[in-house]
């Protein structure tokens, strides 16, 4: 099993839309979450840490269940540039020996 | 400010040889990564340093290898490239994995083997 795994996707969905992506991780030891995101043949960058209480940034709202062991991403109001590979991140290890381990990536697609 | 350089951008390489893929950052970050990036995989860990002098693997350490011997610097090497290491290669630095700041990437090294 993958340590941290995402639904490839694509997910299609229309201007407005609200989209939920969802990341599970094997180590219940992990530490810290991020969400990043990855235009094509583009670096990735941070979109958003996940914090234990839930967090939110203009239209995106991230989560963590540390008992089921995902975070999840929703974005409501889908705009075109939104469209993206969304990648989840997790940290394995203690304080700043970690390892940060990626998900695969879903890649959203907003149509007009 | 550079953030993170990776060098070169591109690489065409024959099976067997060597090259080593550049990687500086001037944020004096001490935790840096090496990342590899295949189609429907996403980025697979390599090796990371948590500071100069200390190197670990990842997921992927298999044909690679790394040294630290500065904060600044965390080249990686491919002692006699394979076709299966025809891949999007990935520098990234952050200050910790824990310390809430993102990870900075590199432009990525776009490298072939044939």
């Known amino acids: 099993r993958k340590e941290v795994e995402q639904d490839p996707g694509p997910f299609n969905v229309p201007e407005g839309a609200t989209v939920a992506f969802n990341c599970t991780y094997s180590?219940?030891?992990?530490?810290?979450f991020f969400w990043y995101r990855q235009d094509c043949r583009k670096e990735p960058k941070l979109l958003m840490s996940?914090?234990?209480s839930g967090n939110e940034d203009g239209r995106f709202t991230a989560q963590l269940n540390r008992a089921s062991q995902y975070i999840s991403l929703l974005i409501r109001d889908s705009k075109l540039s939104d469209s993206a590979t969304y990648l989840c991140?997790?940290?394995?290890?203690?304080?700043?020996?970690?390892?940060?381990?990626f998900g695969q990536g879903t890649t959203l697609q907003v149509k007009p | 400010n550079a953030g993170v350089t990776q060098t070169p951008k591109f690489q065409v390489l024959k099976t067997g040889q060597s090259m080593t893929l550049q990687c500086a950052q001037d944020?004096?970050?001490?935790?840096m990564s090496w990342y590899r990036q295949d189609p429907g995989m996403g980025l697979r860990l390599i090796h990371y340093?948590?500071?100069?002098?200390?190197?670990d693997q990842g997921e992927v350490p298999n044909g690679y290898n790394v040294s630290r011997s500065t904060t600044e610097d965390f080249p990686l090497r491919l002692l006699s490239a394979a076709p299966s290491q025809t891949s999007v290669y990935f520098c990234?630095?952050?200050?910790?994995?824990?310390?809430?700041?993102?990870?900075?990437f590199g432009d990525g090294t776009r490298l072939s083997i044939l």
């Open positions: 991140v997790v940290v394995n290890g203690s304080s700043n020996t970690g390892k940060l381990i």
């Open positions: 944020m004096n970050h001490e935790y």
């Open positions: 990234a630095s952050t200050p910790g994995p824990n310390s809430g700041q993102p990870q900075h």
């Open positions: 340093s948590v500071g100069a002098g200390i190197t």
């Open positions: 996940v914090y234990s």
């Open positions: 180590n219940s030891a992990s530490q810290s």
